[in-house]
C-alpha cells in the first residue's frame, strides 16, 4: 500500500479517537471543577436525553436482515418478540439475547 | 436487568461483551473479504481494524481508497460516520471513577460498547468498573479483529460454507440493543419517543442515506422527547 493511503488511515485512526476520547475528557474536567467547588455537576438535558436515543435508533438500524427476503422479516419479529418476552421473565443479558438469536435461526430456517 | 453479580469485574466484563461475538465476528469476515477484494493484503486489513475501529467507517473508507477517491475526502468521510461518537464520553461521565485509564480504554468504545455501558456501568461497585470496562472492550477488540484477519484469508470460502449462520449470527446485536433498552420502556412519553427513534432509524436505513440513520433518528427522537415534555408541562400548569 502507498505511503499516502497509511497516512490517511493514521489520520482517520487518530481523528476517531479524538472523536471518542475528546468530549470525555471535557465532560470530566467540567464535573471535576464542580465538585472542587462542592457543586454539584449535571448534564445537559439534551445530552443525557441523547445517550438512549443512540442506542435506540442502533437498534432501529440493526433491525434490518442482513437478506432482507419475507422470512427474514417474519424471523426478525420473532426473534424480537422472544428476546423481550425472555426479558421480561428473566431480566438478564446472554439469555434473552441467546434465546432471541435461536428463535431469529430457527424461523429463518423454517421459513426460508 | 439483573444487578451485576459477584464474579470480578474483568470476568463479568467478559461475560457481558460475548453476545457481541455473533454480531461483531461475522461484520469482520465481510470486511476482512471486502478489504481484501479491494486491493488491501491481511495484515493491512487487521492493522485497520486495530486501529480505527469502527466499523461502518471502516467499509467506507476502503471503498473510497478502492474506487480511486481522494484521500483527504475519505478521511472527512470516515470521520463524519464517526462524529456520533461525540455523546458516548460525556454520556458515561456521571458512571466513571477517577481512574487516569478511562482516556485510554476510549478506543475501545464503539456503538455497542457504549450501549453496554451506560446500562451496566450505574449497576456495578465503583472498584470493578476498570477492569469491567477492559474485559467487555478486549472481547469485542479482538474478536473485531480476529475475524477481519479470518475474512482476509479465508472469508470468502467460509461465508459460502456457512450461508445461514453469515445470516443468523447477526441478530445478536438487535437483540443485545432491545435487551439494553427494554427498561427505558417505563412510561408513555419515553415509550412513544423510543418508539419514534426505532422506527426513523429503521426507515432511514432501508433507504440510499443509511449512514446518517442512527444520528437523524435519535434527532427525531429528542424532537419528540421535547414536545412530549413540554405537552406534559402544559397539561400541569393548566391543571393548577
Redesign the interface.
Known amino acids: 500500500m502507498q505511503t499516502e493511503t497509511w497516512i490517511a488511515i493514521t489520520v482517520a485512526a487518530i481523528g476517531t479517537y479524538a472523536l471518542r476520547v475528546g468530549p470525555l475528557l471535557w465532560t470530566q474536567r467540567h464535573f471535576n471543577k464542580h465538585k472542587a467547588d462542592n457543586t454539584e455537576a449535571r448534564l445537559p438535558t439534551w445530552l443525557s436525553v441523547l445517550g438512549p436515543l443512540m442506542i435506540a435508533a442502533m437498534l432501529g438500524a440493526s433491525l434490518i436482515p442482513k437478506a432482507p427476503s419475507g422470512a427474514s422479516w417474519v424471523a426478525t419479529a420473532v426473534g424480537a418478540f422472544v428476546t423481550a418476552l425472555v426479558w421480561r421473565k428473566y431480566r438478564s443479558l446472554g439469555l434473552p439475547v441467546f434465546c432471541g438469536v435461536l428463535s431469529f435461526g430457527l424461523a429463518f430456517v423454517l421459513l426460508a | 436487568?439483573?444487578r451485576a453479580s459477584n464474579n470480578s469485574g474483568l470476568k463479568q466484563g467478559v461475560?457481558?461483551g460475548?453476545?457481541l461475538l455473533?454480531?461483531y465476528i461475522?461484520v469482520a469476515i465481510s470486511f476482512g473479504v471486502i478489504a481484501v477484494q479491494a486491493g488491501?493484503?491481511t495484515l493491512?486489513a487487521t492493522?485497520?481494524s486495530v486501529?480505527?475501529?469502527?466499523g461502518a467507517?471502516q467499509f467506507l473508507?476502503v471503498a473510497m481508497?478502492a474506487a480511486g477517491s481522494p484521500?483527504?475526502l475519505?478521511?472527512c468521510m470516515?470521520?463524519l460516520v464517526?462524529?456520533?461518537?461525540?455523546?458516548?464520553?460525556?454520556?458515561?461521565?456521571?458512571y466513571?471513577t477517577q481512574s487516569k485509564a478511562?482516556?485510554y480504554l476510549?478506543?475501545g468504545?464503539t456503538?455497542?460498547i457504549?450501549?453496554l455501558a451506560?446500562t451496566r456501568l450505574p449497576q456495578l461497585d465503583d472498584s470493578k468498573k476498570v477492569e469491567w470496562f477492559k474485559g467487555v472492550s478486549m472481547v469485542a477488540w479482538l474478536s473485531w479483529i480476529l475475524g477481519t484477519a479470518i475474512g482476509g484469508v479465508a472469508g470468502e470460502s467460509l461465508t459460502q460454507q456457512w450461508p445461514?449462520l453469515?445470516?443468523?449470527?447477526?441478530?445478536?446485536?438487535?437483540?443485545?440493543?432491545?435487551?439494553?433498552?427494554?427498561p427505558?420502556f417505563s412510561n408513555k412519553r419515553?415509550c412513544a419517543?423510543?418508539l419514534v427513534?426505532?422506527?426513523?432509524?429503521?426507515v432511514?436505513?432501508?433507504g440510499p442515506f443509511?449512514n446518517a440513520?442512527?444520528?437523524f433518528?435519535?434527532l427525531c427522537?429528542?424532537l419528540t422527547?421535547y414536545v412530549l415534555t413540554s405537552h406534559i408541562e402544559r397539561k400541569q400548569s393548566h391543571a393548577n
Open positions: 436487568m439483573s461475560i457481558d460475548l453476545p455473533g454480531g461475522p488491501f493484503s493491512e492493522l485497520i486501529f480505527i475501529y469502527a467507517s473508507l481508497v484521500l483527504w475519505a478521511v470516515n470521520l464517526n462524529v456520533r461518537h461525540v455523546v458516548y464520553g460525556p454520556n458515561l461521565v456521571p466513571l478511562w482516556p476510549m478506543h468504545l456503538d455497542q457504549f450501549a451506560h445461514v453469515d445470516s443468523v449470527m447477526p441478530f445478536a446485536l438487535p437483540a443485545l440493543f432491545l435487551v439494553l433498552l427494554a427505558k419515553w419517543t423510543l427513534t426505532i422506527t426513523m432509524a429503521l432511514i436505513a432501508l443509511k440513520a442512527i444520528p433518528a435519535a427522537g429528542a422527547f
